[in-house]
């Protein structure tokens, strides 16, 4: 699965063209039971497959909670089954640093007896796109916009298949959040940049885009417009680690968006 699944992913560009009609997730995490859930609302049919609409998902599939190495197998299967259906961004969770302090290397040891699993999939994670552009108007990603990027053939410049790094343009893609604050801020999380509405503005109208569709935060209600509707938060994990007791989302695209 993991062969086949790289052979296509390989051949996928930095910023990914994506179809209408199309569902967008943000953040699994792990949360298996959850995301069959979400196919099965999705209007999947009695076998449990994805309809006629896209799916693309804005990573963070591993980690917290348990069932990671379900999660990333379902996906990567869909994603083998229905290449062009099925776009699978990378977050910053798609991680052999971060993966081996929150749980995804903990739990392939535990079901496996063997790190091969974790390595196998980590080096995958690689190779999964950092970006995607539905119907070139709604810019999608794990994290956010970064100040080394001023336009998407930028971000289609990046050598992707690496470790994610702890500073510059790929980095920041996967752990920048939007803020109130105007301009570019210094992130808490360690990694990435605070970006404010004049950032997300600007971007946007230079790029002609309409929107920046992100997830990495966790948001109570499941999904948060921002910037004045620049961007928009999905988040897809309910009740998060378990006990956040946050609702989920995924923003549903038709063809009239």
């Known amino acids: 699965l993991v062969a086949k699944a790289r052979e296509i992913l390989q051949d996928e560009e930095n910023v990914k063209p994506v179809r209408c009609p199309v569902t967008v997730v943000g953040d699994i995490h792990g949360q298996f039971h959850d995301l069959q859930e979400m196919f099965r609302i999705g209007g999947c049919n009695k076998e449990g497959v994805p309809p006629d ?6 990573g963070d599939y591993v980690d ?17 089954r229905y290449p062009d259906r099925i776009t699978i961004l990378r977050g910053n969770h798609e991680s052999r640093q971060i993966t081996q302090v929150y749980g995804f290397y903990d739990e392939c040891l535990r079901k496996y007896n063997t790190a091969n699993v974790w390595k196998m999939l980590t080096d995958l994670f690689d190779y999964f796109p950092l970006t995607a ?3 070139n108007s709604i810019f999608s990603m794990h994290g956010g916009l970064s100040p080394s990027i001023d336009s998407l053939d930028d971000v289609r410049q990046i050598d992707r298949v690496q470790e994610i790094p702890h500073e510059g343009p790929m980095c920041d ?7 109130d604050r105007g301009g570019w801020g210094i992130s808490p999380r360690g990694a990435g940049y605070t970006f404010g509405q004049d950032i997300s503005a600007q971007f946007n109208h230079h790029n002609g885009l309409k929107l920046v569709a992100r997830a990495h935060q966790l948001i109570m209600e499941g999904y948060n417009w921002s910037h004045e509707k620049n961007v928009v938060t999905i988040f897809s994990a309910p009740n998060y680690c378990y006990r956040c007791g946050n609702q989920a989302a995924v923003m549903e695209l038709d063809e009239n968006m």
């Open 133 to 135: 552009l539905v119907e």
């Open 173 to 179: 893609l996967l752990w920048s959040d939007p803020d």
């Open 53 to 58: 609409t896209n799916y693309l998902f804005l």
């Open 64 to 80: 917290r909670g348990y069932f990671s190495v379900e999660v990333v197998s379902l996906l990567l299967a869909y994603k083998v």
